[in-house]
């Protein structure tokens, strides 16, 4: 697919990554969660379009989830926002100082990210949360295009697998990995790469599967962050 053209600064790409239709599965899958909701949000309307990234494009850290939820973000139109996932990330994100409130509900609640930014490797919420490599690759041009919007990045931190790995072809494009580097996902991993680029961190996603079943943990959680956190406030 011919890839999206340079927006010009990061508002011209939230308006563009908004007005996406590059994945036709998933912008049917979008509009139809959107049209036929959840029973406990009947009375919402939901975003059901493209959810762009949050977050300042100067932010310090940048955090790489997978993609929105049906009823989560693509329900608010604000990622992490509205579902299980984004209420242990915010708690965390909260206690680290990368939030002001410790909920992300919707986008009246006044929750604002400091020294942070949240996107995904995917903008649309995938059926089943699965998407496929296509898909993967299409939304790959738009991180592609903020990261070469963003100049103050100190530390991307990659939640889950998937994220890691599309994270490391973004650091292996630019040449911050040496070729003999090979960075692997793992829970905690900090990966300090070449002088001017930023420490690649991962985490376990803050999907209910890992929550729920105590893989990940909000001290481990804590713990990631508080290792960012001495980053990017030179430690
Ligand atoms: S997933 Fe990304 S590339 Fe695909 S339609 Fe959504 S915004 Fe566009």
Known sequence: MTPPTQPRGARELHRAVIDCERCPRLRAHCLETARVKRAAFRDEEYWGKPVPTWGRIDAPLH??????AAHGANRTG?????????????????????????????????????????????????????LLPEEIANCRDWLQIEWDLRR?????????????????????RRGWLADDERPRFS?????????????????????????????????????????????????
């Open 152 to 172: 103050r990045t100190r530390v991307v931190l990659a939640l889950g697998t998937l994220a890691f790995t599309e994270t490391v072809k973004q650091y292996r």
């Open 78 to 130: 604000r990622m992490f926002t509205g579902d299980r996932s984004g209420d242990f990330l915010f708690a965390a994100l909260h206690r680290a100082g990368f939030a002001n409130s410790p909920i992300s509900r919707d986008k009246r609640d006044g929750t604002r990210l400091l020294d942070c930014a949240l996107t995904a490797v995917a903008h649309c919420a995938p059926p089943g949360n699965k």
């Open 187 to 235: 829970h905690g991993l900090n990966w300090m790469c070449r002088a001017s680029a930023p420490v690649l961190m991962a985490s376990y996603h803050p999907s209910q599967q890992n929550t729920f079943t105590g893989r990940l943990t909000p001290a481990m959680l804590d713990s990631v962050f508080r290792r960012a956190r001495r980053v990017i406030d030179g430690g």
């Open 63 to 68: 955090i790489v989830g997978l993609a929105p």
